[in-house]
């Protein structure tokens, strides 16, 4: 088995657009995603779904 090289899959982090400073940590591939990532996630502060942004 082939051995994975670390910055395929970096760590990123990603902040919630709402301005709470909620973060989420997840990792993602460079080479399927290589522009910044926006998911919707739960935010715990204000308790509803909102964007979150990958941060660098």
Do not use: C, Q, W
């Amino acid at each position: 088995m082939a051995a994975r090289h670390p910055d395929h899959r970096p760590i990123i982090k990603l902040r919630s657009t709402a301005g709470t400073g909620t973060t989420y940590v997840t990792r993602k591939s460079r080479r399927n995603n290589p522009d910044r990532l926006i998911l919707k996630k739960y935010d715990p502060a204000i308790r509803r779904h909102v964007d979150f942004r990958e941060e660098r």
